[in-house]
């Protein structure tokens, strides 16, 4: 691990701690209320850290964060859908949803 920091420290980069996972955590939510696909979420991240001079993690983590984060978009999109939306117009967006197959990001 002291030779990775050594590198960092030639190269001019910074490792990846909790205060950058935050603040990847914050674009991440704002990726996801855009509807990105996860794909280009991914890629987003990678430009986001490399611009900020900041280690790349390993891809599980950025993973992980951005599983996350489409996770609380998703329960947050659940939430407001049942807090607008009559019974009537659930049940028919359901059978929209059934006849035309799932919905994909």
Same mark, same amino acid.
């Given at each position: 691990m002291r030779a990775?920091?050594?590198?960092?420290?030639f190269y001019g980069f910074k490792s990846f701690d909790r205060t950058v996972e935050i603040t990847l955590a914050a674009e991440i939510a704002t990726m996801a209320r855009t509807h990105?696909?996860?794909? *280009? $979420?991914?890629? /987003?991240?990678i430009v986001? *850290? $490399?611009?900020? /001079?900041?280690?790349?993690?390993r891809s599980g983590v950025l993973l992980e964060l951005i599983r996350s984060g489409l996770q609380a978009r998703k329960v947050e999109l659940i939430g407001l859908m049942d807090t607008h939306?009559?019974?009537?117009?659930?049940?028919?967006?359901?059978r929209y949803s059934h006849i035309n197959g799932p919905w994909y990001y």
């Amino acid at each position: 691990m002291r030779a990775v920091g050594i590198i960092l420290d030639f190269y001019g980069f910074k490792s990846f701690d909790r205060t950058v996972e935050i603040t990847l955590a914050a674009e991440i939510a704002t990726m996801a209320r855009t509807h990105l696909k996860p794909r *280009l $979420i991914f890629d /987003r991240c990678i430009v986001f *850290l $490399i611009q900020r /001079r900041v280690q790349v993690p390993r891809s599980g983590v950025l993973l992980e964060l951005i599983r996350s984060g489409l996770q609380a978009r998703k329960v947050e999109l659940i939430g407001l859908m049942d807090t607008h939306l009559s019974v009537n117009t659930g049940v028919n967006l359901l059978r929209y949803s059934h006849i035309n197959g799932p919905w994909y990001y």
